[in-house]
């Protein structure tokens, strides 16, 4: 048989998505235990979410959140940092610890034949860490030099810039690690944030990979016995102050690049128009075939990238184009996502341009769930945020549905250029 390779293979677009169930168990204190058993290998994930990012922290102590999590493995009444770590690597294990706006987590990757080993020690982390103040002091070091890096960098800056902007310097999203911040931080904050919102305080179980009832009664033995209080958290400061300034520039005489941020806030994944913007912020720059691309990128050669996404918090959202380019075209390059906005605004987007980005959206999202570790992300989404439990099996239904008229309306609606935040650090 001979291949005729003027013509396009045959394809089929994908329509529909089949995923594992997701057994939820409770342990015996009350935890819930989210299973999801994807036995391609034999490893596992495990990772333990508390409700302790920064939208608890105390006015007066900020940037607590952060140390108090990351210091979990620094210490504890019968071990050292050097024994953990050492203790980690005899199992070939690895812990990551992360805390954001809304939340922080331990997650353990290891062998499942070593989860009776490893929980041991994940109790003792949760329970009996000691903040030693000479790791305390190492961390806050490594962190001010890696700060001080960072806002030297027009990109980072304007990152931090246009969060503030959205949501207010003291409000969960819009409030950025600070050097003056870090230097003033004391352990006792530290600790304070602990004992307040990490120990004995609720947190969700999600167990990936290759994991069954063995892995739930291990579990139950070692987290299940642990004392829960049950009072609720209080939210400091919860009320976003958007500031009324749309247009900031921050100058860098001898930067010859500007970084420029436009967008606004927008919405989380549960408001009834987030399928509808989500393929509207594709077209326009969430991917590599985007308008603002082709404009921006490929026909003028102002950047090697720009991109529009739609970040979304447990409690708020918000839309972002980003690029960066020489300081001589930052006003052409504005003028020119403006212009593509308003066709979107003006203009019916092609048939065969929304079936190629749908396409495109849908192979993405199908890409991503080649792990037990990724679809166990996607479902987090969905656990976490009291979202529909059809979320995720109705998302590439959701997205064939927008029409050409959708996006229109879309853009039209929620893309008014003067109602859009727009940071410039380097200059015009």
Request: one cysteine or more.
């Amino acid at each position: 048989m001979v291949l005729d390779r003027t013509q396009s293979p045959a394809f089929q677009a994908i329509q529909e998505i089949r995923l594992p169930t997701v057994q939820t168990h409770r342990l015996d204190n009350g935890i819930p235990l989210h299973l999801i058993a994807v036995s391609h290998q034999p490893v596992l994930r495990l990772e333990c979410i508390f409700e302790a990012g920064t939208w608890y922290e105390q006015i007066e102590e900020p940037s607590t959140a952060f140390f108090a999590v990351k210091m979990l493995t620094e210490g504890t009444s019968v071990r050292s940092s050097a024994q953990i770590s050492e203790y980690f690597d005899r199992y070939g294990a690895f812990v990551e610890l992360s805390s954001g706006p809304d939340r922080a987590s331990v997650v353990i990757y290891c062998l499942t034949k070593f989860l009776p080993d490893i929980l041991p020690l994940l109790r003792e982390l949760l329970t009996e860490p000691t903040f030693p103040q000479k790791e305390l002091e190492d961390l806050r070091n490594i962190t001010l030099q890696n700060l001080r890096v960072n806002y030297e960098k027009n990109a980072y800056l304007a990152g931090v810039l246009f969060r503030a902007k959205l949501f207010g310097n003291d409000h969960p999203y819009g409030r950025s690690q600070r050097p003056e911040i870090i230097e003033q931080l004391t352990r006792q904050g530290v600790v304070n944030f602990y004992e307040r919102v990490i120990r004995n305080r609720p947190f969700q179980v999600i167990l990936a990979g290759a994991v069954g009832e063995n892995e739930v009664l291990l579990l139950n033995r070692e987290l299940g016995q642990l004392p829960i209080q049950t009072s609720e958290l209080v939210i400091v400061n919860g009320e976003a102050t958007a500031s009324n300034e749309l247009m900031v520039l921050a100058e860098k005489p001898d930067s010859i690049q500007s970084s420029i941020r436009i967008g606004r806030r927008l919405f989380t994944r549960s408001h009834p128009d987030f399928f509808k913007m989500l393929v509207t912020n594709e077209v326009l720059g969430g991917y590599f075939g985007s308008r603002l691309m082709k404009n921006i990128r490929e026909e003028k050669g102002f950047t090697y990238g720009i991109s529009s996404n739609m970040p979304s918090f447990r409690r708020d959202g918000y839309f972002l184009i980003g690029t960066d380019v020489n300081k001589e075209n930052t006003q052409q390059t504005i003028d020119e996502i403006h212009k593509e906005i308003r066709i979107l605004q003006s203009q019916l987007v092609s048939e065969g341009e929304l079936e190629t980005v749908k396409n495109y959206m849908a192979g993405e999202f199908v890409g991503s769930l080649n792990t037990p570790f990724e679809i166990a992300d996607r479902y987090k989404v969905i656990l976490l945020d009291g979202l529909p439990d059809d979320f995720l099996k109705n998302y590439i239904q959701r997205l064939r549905a927008i029409t050409p008229e959708d996006i229109l309306e879309t853009a039209t609606r929620y893309l008014v250029i003067e109602t859009l935040h727009e940071i410039v650090v380097g200059g015009k």
